[in-house]
Nanobody, 121 residues
């Protein structure tokens, strides 16, 4: 399974923006559908957004539709999550992962360190 490293998190005021990056360790990254997930304090990890292996299709959780944009650059083995109009409820640790299949959006079992995002009101 490809190794992934998330970055780009930080502190931002409500209404602000951040761009997260997910760097993969090898070129097989381009073979995988990929997703972003987040885990808020005291809650289970949840799906945020997904993108097909070639970037042709994307899918978003309802709370982030119209505010977040997922993208990828296979030449750089990197995936991104542009987050606009951030809300305090977006506060969480954000993780990227490869997806087992597109229909379920279920991730593989191994997770990286994630990157924390804090949105203040």
């Amino acid at each position: 399974q490809v190794q992934l490293v998330e970055s780009g998190g930080g502190w931002v005021q409500a209404g602000g923006s951040l761009r997260l990056s997910c760097a993969a360790s090898e070129h097989t990254f381009s073979s995988y559908h990929m997703g972003w997930f987040h885990q808020a304090p005291g809650k289970e990890r949840e799906f945020v957004a997904a993108i097909t292996w070639n970037g042709a299709a994307t899918y978003y959780a309802e709370p982030v539709k119209g505010r977040f944009t997922i993208s990828r650059d296979n030449a750089k083995n990197t995936m991104y999550l542009r987050m606009n109009s951030l809300k305090p409820e977006d506060t969480a640790v954000y993780y990227c992962n490869a997806l087992r299949d597109w229909s379920t959006k279920n991730p593989y079992d191994r997770w990286g360190q994630g990157t924390p995002v804090t949105v203040s009101s």
